[in-house]
């Protein structure tokens, strides 16, 4: 039930590469972006004039013989500063925030996009409940980055070397004292960074976990708290929680260490300038208005810095949350249409040939699922599919909508290999009724109409009434409005069966597939899905999987398999008569059924 996530990749450990992904999503907008960093240079420029005011105000203000309103329109000119600033600071929130709310928005429809794109075998070996997670948490970094993070970072280094520059102009040779310590501040910096950014990708790693747990519990209540696991799924649970503490704890304790360092050596240096400074207001070399200007912009300066240092925890945080959801936008889906698609027979028949087919699944290769299988369902013939677990009776749909590409032989409909044709149009040509009918959280008229979203009010009912669902839907509180619940929690099996044939009434295709259908059905259940599909496969070409042969007696042709080979093939009659897989089969079911 653990599933560990994929660890980090040691080569994106150390660099803040992945962000260039955040970077592409940004520039699509080039307004917004260019009005947030004109904001952000106008509240920088704002903030180093305030220094530059307090000394005019200092030194012009308060001098000998200044009179009031000289004193007034030093401070009105300090007041027009700080309206500067609350106006560019509002603008830069706004627009920055815009901008990160925007690129999750993109960064999410993307990878979804590829998502949709990927073949069933990619979330075989992924868990969609890993991915889901990378969805939520890690966006929610990236959207931090984007509309706090690198705002910060910005302004920050723009305040920092503005302000070097300003104490440059105010006194060359105490600011380069002061620069001799930037080396020392950085060196922390770049060398805890590394950990840190290792750190935090572990850290995103373990909270993704905690999700995929809390999803799977509850996705699974019944059966946890029916065998009485509460107390056991707590434990599974606290334990995650504990590892996630453990690691976000070595994450703070290395950032904590960089920023008692940065601060320990910036303002260090700052308070030996100010000393030095205040010799040379002693001396008459430096005005008191200077040195206080220096003071407040060497302050600013020092804040810039020491912010750097947690900012750049933070960046480094987010380039591992881009790099993780980069590895699924890379993602690239094993079957894609060809460059020039052969199109499909107009109108169709309805033949779908399997020719010497052999296959092995990719998480299983070892295994030969199918071996040298042969078989053409003729259009509008009814053929059955049994045999043991395994027998590879699945497999035979997987690769009829072509989910997977055999690696041996060829599968074609109505004469044209599925290699050759484009998957989407493939895939129109057959209509499915799994096992268990897979329902959204949506409307009833929404999970009928999945199948053919075009459908109207009258078709849906029509469908409704072939899959002899009409009454119950009827019933419902909102009629085809009702909310349906998650999978469809508001049926019973046998209504989500129904709809999910009255889905492929709908979609209108030459191929029927069914896979055991009525498997999990009550007696009453399984007469109203019987007849419904009994509507439902009349002129149509029918693959019926099924372990209980009692519902394909009726079927043109039974093949019986077994190793993924064809064992056997004929009637329900002749197949009983022959004393071979079907027949051994046959008579543990039905005397079963007699006993």
Same mark, same amino acid.
């Given at each position: 039930?653990?599933?560990?996530?994929?660890?980090?990749?040691?080569?994106?450990?150390?660099?803040?590469?992945?962000?260039?992904?955040?970077?592409?999503?940004?520039?699509?907008?080039?307004?917004?972006?260019?009005?947030?960093?004109?904001?952000?240079?106008?509240?920088?420029?704002?903030?180093?004039?305030?220094?530059?005011?307090?000394?005019?105000?200092?030194?012009?203000?308060?001098?000998?013989?200044?009179?009031?309103?000289?004193?007034?329109?030093?401070?009105?000119?300090?007041?027009?500063?700080?309206?500067?600033?609350?106006?560019?600071?509002?603008?830069?929130?706004?627009?920055?925030?815009?901008?990160?709310?925007?690129?999750?928005?993109?960064?999410?429809?993307?990878?979804?996009?590829?998502?949709?794109?990927?073949?069933?075998?990619?979330?075989?070996?992924?868990?969609?409940?890993?991915?889901?997670?990378?969805?939520?948490?890690?966006?929610?970094?990236?959207?931090?980055?984007?509309?706090?993070?690198?705002?910060?970072?910005?302004?920050?280094?723009?305040?920092?070397?503005?302000?070097?520059?300003?104490?440059?102009?105010?006194?060359?040779?105490?600011?380069?004292?002061?620069?001799?310590?930037?080396?020392?501040?950085?060196?922390?910096?770049?060398?805890?960074?590394?950990?840190?950014?290792?750190?935090?990708?572990?850290?995103?790693?373990?909270?993704?976990?905690?999700?995929?747990?809390?999803?799977?519990?509850?996705?699974?209540?019944?059966?946890?708290?029916?065998?009485?696991?509460?107390?056991?799924?707590?434990?599974?649970?606290?334990?995650?929680?504990?590892?996630?503490?453990?690691?976000?704890?070595?994450?703070?304790?290395?950032?904590?260490?960089?920023?008692?360092?940065?601060?320990?050596?910036?303002?260090?240096?700052?308070?030996?300038?100010?000393?030095?400074?205040?010799?040379?207001?002693?001396?008459?070399?430096? +005005?008191?208005?200077?040195?206080?200007?220096?003071?407040?912009?060497?302050?600013?300066?020092?804040?810039?810095?020491?912010?750097?240092?947690?900012?750049?925890?933070?960046?480094?945080?987010?380039?591992?949350?881009?790099?993780?959801?980069?590895?699924?936008?890379?993602?690239?889906?094993?079957?894609?249409?060809?460059?020039?698609?052969?199109?499909?027979?107009?109108?169709?028949?309805?033949?779908?040939?399997?020719?010497?087919?052999?296959?092995?699944?990719?998480?299983?290769?070892?295994?030969?699922?199918?071996?040298?299988?042969?078989?053409?369902?003729?259009?509008?013939?009814?053929?059955?599919?049994?045999?043991?677990?395994?027998?590879?009776? +699945?497999?035979?749909?997987?690769?009829?909508?072509?989910?997977?590409?055999?690696?041996?032989?060829?599968?074609?409909?109505?004469?044209?290999?599925?290699?050759?044709?484009?998957?989407?149009?493939?895939?129109?040509?057959?209509?499915?009724?799994?096992?268990?009918?897979?329902?959204?959280?949506?409307?009833?008229?929404?999970?009928?109409?999945?199948?053919?979203? +075009?459908?109207?009010?009258?078709?849906?009912?029509?469908?409704?009434?072939?899959?002899?669902?009409?009454?119950?839907?009827?019933?419902?509180?909102?009629?085809?409005?009702?909310?349906?619940?998650?999978?469809?929690?508001?049926?019973?099996?046998?209504?989500?069966?129904?709809?999910?044939?009255?889905?492929?009434?709908?979609?209108?295709?030459?191929?029927?597939?069914?896979?055991?259908?009525?498997?999990?059905?009550?007696?009453?259940?399984?007469?109203?899905?019987?007849?419904?599909?009994?509507?439902?496969?009349?002129?149509?070409?029918?693959?019926?999987?099924?372990?209980?042969?009692?519902?394909?007696?009726?079927?043109?042709?039974?093949?019986?398999?077994?190793?993924?080979?064809?064992?056997?093939?004929?009637?329900?009659?002749?197949?009983?008569?022959?004393?071979?897989?079907?027949?051994?089969?046959?008579?543990?079911?039905?005397?079963?059924?007699?006993?």
């Amino acid at each position: 039930m653990d599933e560990e996530l994929k660890p980090a990749e040691p080569a994106r450990a150390r660099t803040l590469g992945p962000l260039r992904m955040i970077w592409r999503e940004a520039i699509k907008y080039p307004g917004r972006l260019a009005a947030a960093s004109g904001a952000l240079l106008v509240t920088s420029g704002a903030t180093l004039a305030i220094p530059a005011g307090f000394r005019l105000i200092i030194d012009k203000g308060f001098a000998a013989g200044a009179n009031v309103d000289e004193l007034g329109r030093w401070f009105q000119y300090l007041l027009l500063i700080v309206l500067v600033l609350a106006i560019g600071t509002a603008c830069r929130f706004y627009f920055v925030s815009w901008l990160g709310e925007r690129v999750v928005a993109d960064i999410r429809l993307r990878v979804q996009g590829n998502l949709l794109r990927l073949p069933p075998s990619f979330f075989e070996s992924n868990s969609p409940k890993e991915i889901s997670s990378r969805m939520t948490s890690d966006t929610a970094i990236i959207e931090q980055v984007v509309g706090t993070t690198v705002s910060v970072a910005l302004r920050n280094t723009i305040t920092a070397i503005g302000g070097l520059i300003y104490l440059f102009y105010l006194a060359p040779k105490l600011t380069a004292i002061l620069l001799v310590g930037i080396p020392l501040v950085v060196l922390p910096i770049v060398v805890i960074g590394r950990r840190v950014r290792n750190v935090s990708r572990s850290s995103q790693d373990r909270v993704a976990g905690i999700g995929v747990i809390v999803a799977e519990v509850l996705g699974a209540m019944k059966i946890v708290q029916a065998f009485g696991q509460e107390q056991r799924e707590l434990g599974r649970f606290a334990e995650k929680v504990e590892a996630t503490f453990e690691t976000a704890l070595r994450r703070i304790s290395l950032r904590a260490g960089m920023t008692a360092i940065v601060i320990l050596l910036i303002f260090g240096g700052i308070t030996m300038l100010v000393w030095e400074g205040a010799l040379g207001v002693a001396q008459g070399t430096i +005005s008191g208005g200077t040195i206080f200007a220096i003071v407040i912009t060497a302050g600013l300066v020092a804040g810039a810095a020491g912010s750097l240092s947690e900012v750049y925890g933070d960046l480094l945080r987010g380039a591992g949350a881009a790099g993780r959801l980069n590895e699924l936008l890379r993602e690239e889906p094993d079957i894609a249409p060809p460059a020039r698609p052969t199109a499909l027979p107009v109108p169709p028949r309805g033949q779908i040939a399997f020719q010497n087919v052999a296959f092995r699944y990719p998480s299983r290769p070892e295994v030969l699922a199918l071996d040298d299988f042969t078989l053409t369902v003729e259009p509008g013939e009814t053929v059955a599919i049994v045999g043991p677990s395994g027998a590879g009776k +699945s497999t035979l749909f997987l690769l009829a909508q072509r989910f997977y590409d055999p690696h041996g032989g060829m599968v074609r409909i109505d004469g044209v290999p599925l290699t050759s044709a484009d998957p989407a149009e493939v895939r129109a040509r057959s209509a499915l009724v799994p096992q268990d009918a897979t329902l959204f959280a949506a409307s009833a008229r929404d999970n009928l109409r999945y199948g053919n979203w +075009s459908a109207s009010d009258e078709e849906i009912w029509e469908a409704a009434r072939t899959a002899n669902a009409e009454t119950f839907l009827r019933d419902l509180p909102q009629g085809l409005d009702t909310f349906l619940g998650e999978d469809g929690a508001r049926l019973s099996g046998g209504q989500r069966q129904r709809i999910a044939i009255a889905r492929a009434v709908l979609r209108k295709s030459p191929i029927l597939l069914l896979d055991e259908a009525t498997s999990a059905l009550d007696a009453e259940s399984e007469r109203l899905v019987q007849e419904a599909l009994d509507r439902l496969m009349k002129d149509r070409t029918t693959l019926v999987i099924a372990h209980r042969l009692a519902t394909i007696r009726a079927a043109d042709r039974i093949i019986v398999m077994d190793g993924g080979r064809i064992v056997e093939q004929g009637t329900h009659t002749s197949l009983s008569a022959a004393d071979g897989l079907y027949a051994r089969l046959a008579k543990l079911q039905f005397e079963g059924i007699a006993a």
